[in-house]
């Protein structure tokens, strides 16, 4: 028999938006729907329930109740965040869960009886879920059933978790009311007509009968009252991102109380991550502009992380970089996870590098520099010298075994001067232009002057002549003071540049 476990977030909206201001915890807050005099409540917390503040009231009486009440909108945002996280709690029990409202999310848990072994084990699991769930700052209640509706229904039971045993669903929902089946208005009109108001007086009803007068809504209602429920769960689909956002109270104007929000919303999105044993390695910002308009940004990280003060830093030299063009109303942050680095440890070799000590090294270099410049050089395929570009980096294994050392061939190392330094030279006259004197312009990067003793070249180099055509003429040269430069002609602007220095 299939068991199955509930998790509900009771007065979801208000969860929702506390997760999200969290200092707010303990206070008087109702959550409201609508704007201004029809503003109603739709849930509100235990001081300002105590003070008599009830859902479906409007704002006005609310307050005219409890003037210090305070009154938030229901976030889309938050609320989708906190749904996120509620479905990543379930999938902590079972890679098979279903979302079936906003705050009540099932996993099927019949597999999960060799983690949690022996005749509380159902309780020990359901106390896990809600550990895990109060980590994420979710209030949460579970219940483990063997039907839909008796795991719905014992999670919302104040005592948590609820489990019923197997074959004790119809004795759970039977002193419940007609409108715990959720039928049709009709249906529920027939059936209080015929003088049944809760569910047990429904299942002692002949079931064919049932079928025949209400046809196959009142035969699922009848099997629903007697613990059958051969509905199958509707699998729900991992998201490809983690997402954490909410709509500001005001319009934020200057970077540092946006930047603070930020701080919140990435705080949670690694906490996520964390749980899910994941990394980040793209980071999306979305912002809401005030009064219209939108700001989306892309940010890939040189590599997955999960150092939320370096994400921060990113986000933060991005917007200095960039800042928004109106004030921000809304904030969304969305984070698409990765498997972090792995290393395999040796017994006999040399240490690896830490992958989690590298991806924060990594992170903070592309917070202070920009991610676009943090990386590894790579030659491209080209025959202009220095050509190359950037990958994201990714260091192989050191070597299993130390090589010896090889005999020196007299190679020499050049150091490429970017970009290459204006020079003024004095050629030969006629043929091809051969250099006798270099001299650097005052003011260069560089200072370079003396007689050429020795010049070696040209070598000719064209290439790109189909879209950005580029022509040069290299040298050689070894100047009366030792020192020996790489140059080049180009004979499009008739110009003499030094291209690197050998050291």
Not at 224 to 238: K, N, S, Y
Not at 359 to 373: D, I, K
Not at 471 to 476: I, M, V
Request: include cysteine; glycine fraction near 8%.
């Amino acid at each position: 028999m299939a068991r199955l476990a509930a998790l509900f977030v009771p007065l979801f909206p208000l969860a929702a938006r506390l997760r999200a201001e969290p200092e707010l915890a303990g206070q008087a807050v109702a959550v409201c729907e609508g704007d201004g005099t029809a503003a109603r409540v739709a849930a509100a917390s235990r001081p300002a329930r105590k003070a008599g503040v009830r859902a479906g009231m409007t704002l006005a009486q609310a307050r005219g109740i409890l003037p210090d009440l305070i009154a938030r909108g229901r976030d889309p945002l938050c609320e989708r965040a906190a749904a996120g996280a509620l479905l990543e709690v379930a999938g902590g029990l079972s890679p098979r869960i279903e979302e079936a409202a906003p705050g009540l999310a099932l996993a099927d848990v019949e597999g999960m009886k060799a983690l949690f072994p022996g005749p509380d084990g159902e309780e020990r699991l359901g106390a896990a879920a809600i550990r895990a769930a109060e980590g994420i700052g979710l209030p949460l209640r579970a219940g483990i059933a063997g039907t839909r509706l008796a795991a719905t229904v014992a999670a919302r039971l104040p005592a948590s978790p609820t489990v019923v045993p197997p074959g004790g669903e119809a004795e759970l929902l039977a002193p419940l009311p007609l409108e715990a089946l959720e039928l049709p208005r009709r249906t529920r009109a027939t059936l209080r007509r015929w003088g049944v108001t809760t569910v047990g007086e429904l299942a002692r009803l002949p079931g064919e009968e049932i079928a025949r007068r209400l046809g196959e809504e009142g035969r699922a209602a009848w099997r629903a009252a007697r613990g059958e429920d051969p509905r199958p769960l509707v699998p729900a689909v991992p998201a490809p991102v983690l997402e954490e956002g909410m709509e500001l109270e005001w319009p934020l104007l200057r970077l540092e109380p946006l930047v603070a929000v930020l701080e919140e919303l990435v705080d949670r999105l690694i906490e996520r991550l964390l749980r899910t044993g994941a990394a980040c390695t793209v980071l999306e910002l979305e912002l809401n502009l005030e009064p219209e308009g939108h700001d989306r940004r892309q940010l890939r990280l040189p590599a997955p992380s999960t150092d939320a003060a370096s994400l921060v830093g990113i986000l933060r030299l991005e917007l200095e970089s960039r800042p928004p063009e109106a004030p921000v109303a809304a904030v969304r942050c969305l984070a698409h996870p990765d498997q972090p680095r792995r290393a395999q440890l040796s017994l006999f070799g040399p240490q690896e590098i830490s992958p989690a000590t590298l991806a924060t090294a990594l992170a903070r270099a592309a917070a202070r520099l920009g991610p676009e410049n943090v990386g590894s050089p790579r030659v491209v395929d080209t025959h202009v010298p220095g050509g190359s570009t950037l990958e994201p980096f990714d260091p192989p294994p050191p070597p299993r075994s130390r090589p010896e050392p090889r005999r020196a061939r007299g190679l020499l190392a050049v150091r490429a001067l970017r970009p290459p330094v204006p020079l003024e030279v004095l050629v030969e006259a006629g043929g091809t232009p051969h250099p006798r004197s270099l001299a650097s312009p005052p003011g260069a990067s560089l200072e370079i002057s003396g007689t050429v003793r020795v010049a070696a070249g040209p070598w000719h180099c064209e290439e790109g002549w189909w879209e950005h055509p580029i022509e040069r003429r290299y040298w050689d040269v070894e100047l009366d003071d030792g020192r020996l430069y790489r140059i080049f002609h180009d004979p499009r602007q008739d110009a003499w540049f030094a291209d690197g220095v050998y050291d």
